[in-house]
């Protein structure tokens, strides 16, 4: 009941799209908070007209865009769990997915059936429903529309409420399973940490994955104190510029991926990120030289970078702020502090030694709001969490004397005897304008290998890499590639291990 509860309150208060929504068409770009509360109460009465009931899985796999956020809310509001599957996973990793939860309700269109989703589906589901388009087999939402609304149904708040997928960086999704309890536990300390730093209303900017619990979050801190709101689908930065340009909002939340890719908005003349107070990145530690481009792109008296370290499983653990006096030598891998009170953190020998720069250990957090298991996947749940509460979050680093820590390398990409793969990469890319990404991996030998893109795909200046490259460990010769060919997560993050594997397979093309 997000949206009414905030319509309650400032139901004239302005969310702007920058495209339309497939399962909502009537409702315009630029609505009022209340319009698009009563859209989520017309989906929430057709999808009950359709079948389905409390306590029931609804998938949502269709086209990217903020109906899929409004799909989730409706089947919320009648007691229905959502199942939120990125738009870009394969048709087969879906088909699985769907199987895992149990015949659920799924709500697609006809250009997912017909050109990604293998026919299987239609016998995983209980249903299938359609957001645009048509088929013989599945029931348009369009065609119940002004069907009789019903009544909003509140589930308990240990009962599941939304169902997400992990990033997919090391494999096929697991499903993470959330309850009411657990997203409000997130909710609390980003609540806490915007207030003072955002004491007056401001329009906010967000883009962020809509299959990723941390919208919802996002949402309620903006919707339910009145922020107008901008949803970005597009995060291409000619789009960004030519809205942010007319809008100037004061808040911006998005991948730090998408932060790098803004970062050219800073010498744009219209000033897009002038009045940015606040930076909020999630996910991910964020390079140095983002952080310091886009500071210096606006014009506000003393804004603020927020970068919040967590995982889909936990939500937001650790907290750090930058100023406009950090400099390009300071050290992107410290991720902050736990929130005090709502959170803590812990790193876990591997190897019997005090975890150190030199020997990162296990990072472990403990919150409130951890996920209550991964569905049909308890094992695993079980093997990530101690007996007294302590998440193993997949990643390496040390906690320095003072308390911060020190986020070095996911487990799974540690290239022994390299040290910090994410270090390195920090030090390139403020070292090397010109650079758009860089990914260390391992190479087929073992050895590091440098895969870089450069700013609209010029050559690689190879002086200039050598230069910018001395001091850190050996590596191979850089492997140039397109930006748009790297794999990506729903949240944008680059794929590893799946980069790495196509690395070993162009190789052994060559050799042979």
């Known amino acids: 009941m ?15 799209l920058d495209h339309d929504l497939d399962a909502l068409p009537e409702l315009a770009r630029r609505s009022t908070v209340a ?10 009465a057709r999808l009950w007209a359709a079948g389905v009931r409390p306590n029931r899985r609804v998938v949502v796999h269709k086209a990217d865009g903020f109906d899929i956020t409004l799909l989730a809310c409706a089947a919320a509001r009648i007691g229905a769990v959502p199942v939120l599957l990125s738009p870009a996973l394969d048709g087969a990793t879906v088909a699985e997915l769907v199987r895992r939860t149990d015949r659920p309700f799924l709500v697609t269109d006809q250009d997912k059936l017909e050109h990604s989703l293998p026919g299987s589906v239609f016998a995983l589901a209980e249903r299938v429903l359609l957001t645009s388009g048509s088929h013989r087999d599945a029931l348009e939402l369009r065609s119940l529309a002004g069907v009789p609304r019903v009544p909003a149904v509140t589930l308990a708040p ?22 009411g309890f657990s997203l409000q536990s997130r909710y609390r300390p980003q609540a806490a940490v915007l207030a003072p730093l955002v004491p007056g209303r401001e329009t906010i900017a967000i883009h962020v994955s809509f299959v990723h619990s941390r919208l919802f979050t996002a949402l309620a801190i903006s919707l339910l104190r009145g922020f107008p709101l901008v949803v970005l689908r597009d995060s291409d930065p000619a789009h960004v ?13 998005a991948h730090p991926n998408s ?14 990120l002038s009045n940015v107070k606040l930076f909020s990145s999630t996910f991910d530690a ?14 506000r008296r003393a804004p603020y970078f927020g970068q919040l370290y967590g995982q889909s499983e936990v939500g937001p653990a650790i907290v750090r702020g930058f100023t406009r006096r950090r400099t390009l030598d300071d050290d992107g891998r410290c991720v902050g502090m736990p929130f005090p009170g709502m959170t803590d953190v812990r790193v876990v020998s591997r190897n019997g030694l005090p975890p150190s720069a030199d020997n990162p250990g296990y990072i472990e957090v403990r919150s409130d709001g951890r996920i209550v298991t991964y569905l049909g996947e308890q094992d695993r749940y079980d093997a990530q969490v101690s007996k007294d509460g302590w998440w193993r979050m997949g990643d390496v680093g040390y906690r320095t004397r003072w308390g911060c820590v020190h986020l070095l390398d996911r487990e799974v990409d540690l290239i022994e005897g390299f040290g910090s ?16 990404e860089v990914i260390i991996i391992p190479g087929p030998d073992g050895r590091a290998v440098p895969v870089v893109c450069t700013k609209d795909d010029a050559p690689l200046d190879l002086t200039a890499w050598q230069r910018a490259a001395s001091g850190l460990p050996p590596m191979a010769d850089p492997v140039h590639r397109r930006l748009e060919e790297l794999p990506r997560t729903a949240t944008t993050k680059i794929k590893r291990l799946e980069l790495a594997r196509h690395l070993a397979a162009d190789t052994e093309v060559v050799e042979s």
């Not at 997000?2 to 302005?14: M, P, T």
């Not at 932060?259 to 897009?272: C, N, Q, T, Y």
């Not at 964020?286 to 014009?299: D, E, K, N, S």
């Open 2 to 16: 997000l949206f009414e509860r905030a319509a309650a309150k400032h139901g004239a208060n302005v969310l702007i």
């Open 259 to 272: 932060f790098m890719e803004w970062e050219e908005l800073a010498d744009d003349p219209r000033g897009p």
């Open 286 to 299: 964020i390079h140095p030289r983002t952080v310091h481009r886009l500071l210096r792109a606006t014009r």
């Open 158 to 179: 240990d009962r599941p409420a939304l169902i997400t997928h992990t990033s997919g960086t090391t494999g096929t999704p697991k499903l993470a399973v959330h309850t």
């Open 421 to 436: 793969t994410l270090a390195a990469e920090d030090t390139l890319f403020g070292r090397m304008p010109g650079l758009a």
């Open 35 to 44: 319009e698009v509360a009563d859209g989520v109460d017309a989906l929430a």
């Open 241 to 253: 510029g030519d809205l942010f340009a007319r809008l100037k909002p004061g808040v911006l939340e």
